[in-house]
């Protein structure tokens, strides 16, 4: 079965997305620490991340904060090591990982009502989906976060009932992950047995930035079943479909491991040792559900 799959993973890398959605400007940051249940034999140790939701008028993107200060801690490392090497010719870096992040960045557009979603398997895909609709039902019950009143709406989703509480002060139809479809951006929300919980940090005014919001134009577009099948042929060949998957003719954008500067031939050994507050990667109890029948 692994050569059917390697082929499919290089097929797939001669699709290039080409995403007809325009660049919308960024005018508002709110900030998550998102709380999850990932295991359900510990649950005194939730997977911990801290999660950046970006809001322009018609789009919203929604990334880990956590994988990029990640990313710079480990570029951090790598450029000491190699500064300070006693041989530069002669390579042995030592580089302390920070554990499980999110992978995936979702963007939504509620005018258009699609969502993107961003992965990556070696290369960066990109997944193009309607955007959800949730039946929300608004309650009465209000609550404020310092001086952002709210008011709270429940809804069934993938498979878990929530709560949420958005600010209609705030007039995004945003919120965290894939939630979206409140009169108000959603600052806080939760499953009811609280195995996933998105706390809100802090919101922001970043209409100065001059950043813009809009899917990779250099992605490889896919579609969720051909995205499965993917993963389906990593886990059966790690080394084989990553062999495949670079030498496809894809773009590759390797994130985490910063070292376009430095001659591969110079590496004589990579030590990745795992942080004591890293998350763990084992995941039984997903955030997306199968409904039950």
């Known amino acids: 079965m692994k050569t059917p799959l390697l082929t499919f993973a290089c097929l797939l890398l001669f699709t290039i997305a080409s995403v007809a959605q325009k660049a919308d400007v960024a005018i508002g940051k709110a900030i998550y620490e998102m709380i999850h249940i990932s295991d359900t034999a510990n649950r005194n140790k939730p997977y911990k991340e801290t999660m950046a939701l970006i809001l322009g008028r018609n789009a919203s993107v929604y990334r880990s904060i956590t994988k990029q200060q990640q990313e710079e ?3 951090n490392q790598i450029a000491n090591q190699v500064k300070n090497a006693s041989d530069p010719n002669h390579l042995n870096l030592t580089i302390t990982g920070g554990g499980a992040v999110t992978s995936e960045e979702y963007y939504q557009y509620t005018n258009d009502k699609k969502l993107y979603t961003e ?3 070696i290369n960066f895909y990109l997944v193009e989906e309607p955007l959800p609709v949730i039946n929300w039902k608004i309650q009465k019950d209000t609550l404020s976060f ?4 709210c008011q709270k709406a429940t809804c069934h989703f993938k498979g878990r009932d929530y709560e949420a509480w958005f600010c209609i002060d705030l007039p995004f139809h945003n919120g965290p992950w894939k939630l979206n479809g409140l009169p108000g951006l959603i600052l806080e929300a939760s499953d009811t047995k609280k195995e996933v919980i998105f706390k809100f940090n802090s919101f922001e005014d970043i209409s100065k930035t001059n950043q813009t919001i809009l899917p990779p134009a250099d992605d490889i577009k896919t579609s969720p ?14 080394r084989g479909f990553s062999k495949a998957s670079m030498g496809g003719g894809g773009k590759t954008r390797i994130t985490g491991m910063p070292m376009d500067n430095i001659d591969p031939s110079k590496i004589q050994s990579i030590n990745v040792v795992k942080s004591p507050d890293a998350n763990s990667k084992l995941n039984n109890n997903p955030i997306e559900l199968p409904e039950k029948k």
Not at 146 to 149: D, I, N, P, R
């Open 73 to 75: 801690m480990m570029a």
């Open 119 to 121: 992965e990556q398997v």
């Open 146 to 149: 310092g001086a952002l009143h």
């Open 225 to 238: 079943k051909d995205l499965d099948r993917l993963k389906e042929a990593r886990a059966k060949d790690p």
